[in-house]
């Protein structure tokens, strides 16, 4: 089955650059979804289909993909950008979803 | 404003059943593709399964295939999990979610507040 492997964690100063990545074999291939989750909250879509954002989502979320890596870069982080955040596919030779195991932000 | 709200966790033993409903609003239900994810205390989430929005298309992870049933109702705008031979790894929070497409293509927006299902003795 389609693996997707995230760091454990990434910190970052405020008004920093924070990059998450997600690997998958030749993942560039796919669409990649990314998900941000707040302590005792439910997960809110920031990044869809590598690099379109929800309405709503600041600009300062952006994502690429390519190759074996998916990235989110989250600009000019703030306090409030603290919490889980994980990336998603499709994988249609299984017909399965698959998340990353989860990414937590620590803003220093 | 779309809505969805999960409802039905709670306690069992193992081996035991319980059904989960998420009761949608703000959105023709009918149109929309919808599936469950759950997250065990401390963990990641996980993938449980996907209905499509005529219930033509139905998807199970793994773990809980033959044990788990997804059905919809698109007449009450409902969503169901029929969860039989509970273990207790299938503790969690269930979340349901509104699945958005194209092709090959999904993502998922909006996503429920959770109910917690608790599989103990």
């Known amino acids: 089955s389609y693996v997707l492997t995230q760091p454990p964690s990434v910190s970052v100063a405020p008004g920093q650059t924070a990059r998450i990545t997600c690997g998958g074999n030749?993942?560039?291939?796919?669409?990649v979804h990314w998900y941000q989750q707040k302590p005792g909250q439910a997960p809110v879509l920031v990044v869809y289909?590598?690099?379109d954002r929800p309405s709503g989502i600041p600009e300062r979320f952006s994502g690429s993909n390519s190759g074996n890596t998916a990235t989110l870069t989250i600009s000019r982080v703030e306090a409030g950008d603290e919490a889980d955040y994980y990336c998603?596919?499709?994988?249609?030779?299984?017909?399965?979803?698959?998340f990353g195991g989860g990414t937590k932000l620590t803003v220093l | 404003e779309v809505q969805l709200v999960e409802s039905g966790g709670g306690l069992v033993k193992p081996g035991g059943s319980l059904r989960l409903s998420c009761a949608a609003s703000?959105?023709?239900?009918?149109?929309?593709?919808m599936n469950w994810v759950r997250q065990a205390p401390g963990k990641g989430l996980e993938w449980v399964s996907s209905?499509?929005?005529?219930?033509?298309?139905?998807y199970y992870a793994d773990s809980v295939k033959g044990r788990f049933t997804i059905s919809r109702d698109n007449a009450k705008n409902s969503l169901y999990l029929q969860m039989n031979s509970l273990r207790a790894e299938d503790t969690a929070v269930y979340y349901c979610?509104?699945?958005?497409?194209?092709?090959?293509?999904?993502?998922?927006?909006?996503w429920g507040q959770g109910t917690l299902v608790t599989v103990s003795s």
């Open positions: 289909d590598d690099s």
């Open positions: 030749n993942i560039g291939s796919k669409s």
């Open positions: 979610a509104r699945i958005l497409s194209y092709g090959d293509v999904s993502w998922f927006d909006p």
């Open positions: 998603q596919v499709w994988d249609s030779s299984s017909a399965h979803v698959v």
């Open positions: 209905i499509s929005s005529s219930s033509s298309y139905i």
């Open positions: 703000g959105f023709t239900f009918s149109s929309y593709s």
